[in-house]
């Protein structure tokens, strides 16, 4: 355990000297958090979205509490609902020059982050990273999704969303439940009394919220180009580079390793090639899917062997994922009065290439076409030119070969309903359900919720 993480989360009387200290500075913390969001709450400062739902996947608290693994199988199952979404990621610590930029399925997270990377390839879903999220938001709604999942940002309160879920650790919970920097909360405990829903990580089952348990579904191989298997019994080095690392130690533990080494790297953080391929040499390594894509290109490289992937997957109730899409329908109204208020401000919605695709640029474009006028939203033609990402950027800048330019499209106003579109219909390439959400129809049952 850091040092830190002892302060916040031990029960000690070493634990409490260092927290006296610092609570002047978390009252000074609280009375500046308050002041933000009332700031938001009175319109002094203004927040907007896109013209399409957005649903947060935050905390309160500092570190690895599960939101990469929520987002995921978000993804996954609102895809089998009939919706297409998309993510966005502020993208920490990466180091890309040029925002909003999409995440390629085959990116370098040293660029791009590792869980942008690890979301893209795991849920196939379009990711955009940008810390400007609201900007960021537009561009992934210009990409055709109709839902935006965001990982984090449950306090970038400049973004506006419909959909709130707050992710805890199960074993850690609130800590000593003081705000940082003695405690680990980003806003106290009476936030989670205002988000649609608090999921709590871990097997322990806690009164009220929404269990989530991160099942262990494979081991594979660092380098997919060779065929290991790792004994269940094995003694091994458990590799870690994640927020909550004793969560990983116990997973592992669980599934009835011996665990001789524990190399804690830090979050987000990565060691030099050579200090892995030494440690592997000793006995064989096991790290998480978040570490491994840091990895991956290397261990190819240099035909690495005796390292391995734990491989989870979050598994949540159905009634869970339900309530989520469910939201998402019912929040119909604001969105079309968001996108009434923007499209009167001027705002237009340029249609932009997705990026590894693997259909012709005319073809990419009619079933985000037919997928708006669906959604209610006329359409007309006109220029736009196909982003270039960041890798290319440098080869296409060398090109002497003009660019040529696609057609896009720009939406407009309209008062057609999504419930013109016959059950079965294709849009986005999907299959859509007939009770899909109306961006621009209100149920006349329908209240529209505080916000």
Same mark, same amino acid.
């Given at each position: 355990?850091?040092?830190?993480?002892?302060?916040?989360?031990?029960?000690?009387?070493?634990?409490?000297?260092?927290?006296?200290?610092?609570?002047?500075?978390?009252?000074?913390?609280?009375?500046?958090?308050?002041?933000?969001?009332?700031?938001?709450?009175?319109?002094?400062?203004? %927040?907007?979205?896109?013209?399409?739902?957005?649903?947060?996947?935050?905390?309160?608290?500092?570190?690895?509490?599960?939101?990469?693994?929520?987002?995921?199988?978000?993804?996954?199952?609102?895809?089998?609902?009939?919706?297409?979404?998309?993510?966005?990621?502020?993208?920490?610590?990466?180091?890309?020059?040029?925002?909003?930029?999409?995440?390629?399925?085959?990116?370098?997270?040293?660029?791009?982050?590792?869980?942008?990377?690890?979301?893209?390839?795991?849920? /196939?879903?379009?990711?955009?990273?940008?810390?400007?999220?609201?900007?960021?938001?537009?561009?992934?709604?210009?990409?055709?999704?109709?839902?935006?999942? @965001?990982?984090?940002?449950?306090?970038?309160?400049?973004?506006?969303?419909?959909?709130?879920?707050?992710?805890?650790?199960?074993?850690?919970?609130?800590?000593?439940?003081?705000?940082?920097?003695?405690?680990?909360?980003?806003?106290?405990?009476?936030?989670? /009394?205002?988000?649609?829903?608090?999921?709590?990580?871990?097997?322990?089952?806690?009164?009220?919220?929404?269990?989530?348990?991160? /099942?262990?579904?494979?081991? @594979?191989?660092?380098?997919?180009?060779?065929?290991?298997?790792?004994?269940? %019994?094995?003694?091994?080095?458990?590799?870690?580079?994640?927020?909550?690392?004793?969560?990983?130690? @116990?997973?592992?533990?669980?599934?009835?390793?011996?665990?001789?080494?524990?190399?804690?790297?830090?979050?987000?953080? /990565?060691?030099?090639?050579?200090?892995?391929?030494?440690?592997?040499?000793?006995?064989?390594?096991?790290?998480?899917?978040?570490?491994?894509?840091?990895?991956?290109?290397?261990?190819?490289?240099?035909?690495?062997?005796?390292?391995?992937?734990?491989?989870?997957?979050?598994?949540?109730?159905?009634?869970?994922?339900?309530?989520?899409?469910?939201?998402?329908?019912?929040?119909?109204?604001?969105?079309?009065?968001?996108?009434?208020?923007?499209?009167?401000?001027?705002?237009?919605?340029?249609?932009?290439?997705?990026?590894?695709?693997?259909?012709?640029?005319?073809?990419?474009?009619?079933?985000?076409?037919?997928?708006?006028?669906?959604?209610?939203?006329?359409?007309?033609?006109?220029?736009?030119?196909?982003?270039?990402?960041?890798?290319?950027?440098?080869?296409?800048?060398?090109? @002497?070969?003009?660019? %040529?330019?696609?057609?896009? %499209?720009?939406?407009?106003?309209?008062?057609?309903?999504?419930?013109?579109?016959?059950?079965?219909?294709?849009?986005?390439?999907?299959?859509?359900?007939?009770?899909?959400?109306?961006?621009?129809?209100?149920?006349?049952?329908?209240?529209?919720?505080?916000?």
């Amino acid at each position: 355990m850091s040092f830190l993480n002892s302060v916040w989360y031990g029960n000690n009387i070493f634990s409490l000297l260092v927290q006296l200290p610092l609570l002047p500075f978390s009252s000074l913390f609280a009375c500046v958090a308050a002041t933000r969001r009332s700031l938001y709450a009175h319109g002094i400062c203004s %927040k907007t979205g896109p013209v399409v739902p957005v649903v947060v996947v935050g905390g309160i608290t500092v570190g690895g509490t599960g939101k990469t693994p929520i987002c995921i199988a978000l993804v996954k199952e609102l895809r089998a609902r009939g919706f297409n979404p998309g993510v966005l990621s502020r993208g920490y610590k990466c180091h890309c020059t040029k925002f909003p930029s999409q995440v390629p399925m085959d990116a370098d997270p040293y660029i791009f982050g590792d869980e942008p990377c690890l979301i893209r390839r795991q849920s /196939k879903a379009p990711v955009v990273i940008d810390p400007q999220r609201v900007r960021g938001a537009d561009y992934l709604a210009s990409l055709g999704v109709d839902v935006i999942i @965001t990982d984090d940002g449950l306090q970038h309160y400049a973004l506006d969303r419909e959909v709130e879920i707050c992710v805890l650790d199960g074993s850690r919970m609130l800590g000593n439940g003081h705000l940082l920097p003695a405690g680990p909360l980003r806003e106290a405990k009476w936030r989670l /009394k205002t988000v649609d829903s608090v999921v709590v990580s871990g097997a322990v089952a806690h009164l009220g919220y929404n269990p989530m348990v991160l /099942k262990h579904s494979s081991i @594979t191989p660092l380098n997919d180009d060779l065929s290991e298997t790792l004994d269940s %019994k094995s003694e091994v080095c458990a590799f870690s580079g994640i927020g909550n690392p004793e969560r990983f130690y @116990t997973s592992l533990e669980d599934c009835g390793f011996n665990i001789k080494n524990k190399v804690d790297v830090g979050d987000h953080n /990565k060691i030099p090639f050579e200090k892995l391929q030494k440690l592997c040499e000793q006995m064989p390594v096991i790290m998480t899917a978040k570490d491994a894509i840091k990895y991956q290109a290397e261990a190819k490289q240099h035909n690495l062997s005796n390292v391995f992937v734990f491989n989870v997957t979050a598994s949540l109730s159905k009634q869970f994922f339900d309530g989520i899409a469910n939201s998402i329908r019912q929040s119909a109204f604001k969105v079309s009065q968001r996108r009434k208020e923007r499209e009167a401000q001027g705002y237009k919605l340029t249609l932009i290439e997705p990026i590894d695709s693997p259909h012709d640029k005319e073809a990419l474009l009619e079933p985000t076409t037919a997928a708006a006028d669906a959604l209610g939203i006329a359409s007309s033609t006109t220029e736009a030119v196909a982003p270039i990402s960041p890798e290319s950027e440098e080869a296409a800048s060398k090109s @002497t070969a003009p660019k %040529k330019s696609l057609k896009a %499209k720009t939406f407009g106003k309209s008062t057609d309903s999504i419930s013109s579109v016959s059950e079965g219909s294709d849009i986005f390439g999907m299959k859509k359900p007939r009770d899909i959400y109306d961006p621009s129809a209100l149920p006349s049952e329908l209240k529209r919720r505080k916000d």
